[in-house]
C-alpha cells in the first residue's frame, strides 16, 4: 500500500470551476502514477472554509470505476494567511513497492509542495533522461 498526495486551487467557488479542478487533479493522479480506481483503497478530500459548492467525492464518482471508492470530504482547518479555493487529497493505494510516486500538486497549489510539483517532475526526469544518454 501507498500513499499520494495532491492538491490544486480554483478560481471561484462555483461547480464547474470544482469539477474542472477535480478532474484535472484526478487525471494527472492516474496518469502520472498509472493508477487504475480498481487499485484506490480510500481518498480523503479536504477544502479550504471558502469552498461550499459542491463535494469533489462528488465529482471523482462520476469518473468511470470511482463508484466504489470509498472517499471522505473534510474541511481543511483554516490558518490565517494559507492558500485560498484549494481542494487537498490523500489517496492510499495498492502499489508495487518499487512503483515511484508522483504527488499532484497543480495550479496555485504546487507553492505548497515545490518539490512535488509537476513542472519539476518533468525537469528532473528530463535530467534523469539526459544522465542515461
Not at 518499487?98 to 519539476?120: K, M, T, V
Request: net charge neutral; with cysteine.
Amino acid at each position: 500500500m501507498q500513499a499520494i498526495r495532491g492538491a490544486t486551487t480554483v478560481s471561484e467557488n462555483t461547480i464547474e470551476a470544482m469539477r474542472e479542478a477535480v478532474i484535472e487533479l484526478l487525471n494527472e493522479l492516474e496518469g502520472r502514477n498509472q493508477l487504475h480506481p480498481t487499485d484506490i483503497i480510500s481518498v480523503t478530500f479536504s477544502v479550504t472554509k471558502d469552498l461550499d459548492a459542491t463535494f469533489p467525492a462528488a465529482i471523482a464518482r462520476s469518473r468511470p470505476f470511482w463508484d466504489n471508492v470509498p472517499m471522505l470530504d473534510v474541511q481543511q482547518m483554516h490558518v490565517e494567511g494559507s492558500l485560498k479555493r484549494c481542494i487537498r487529497f490523500l489517496v492510499h493505494a495498492y502499489l508495487p513497492v518499487s512503483a515511484p510516486i508522483y504527488h499532484i500538486y497543480l495550479r496555485h497549489a504546487a507553492s505548497l509542495r515545490p518539490d512535488w510539483s509537476l513542472p519539476q517532475q518533468l525537469e528532473s526526469s528530463k535530467q534523469a533522461l539526459k544522465s542515461k544518454i
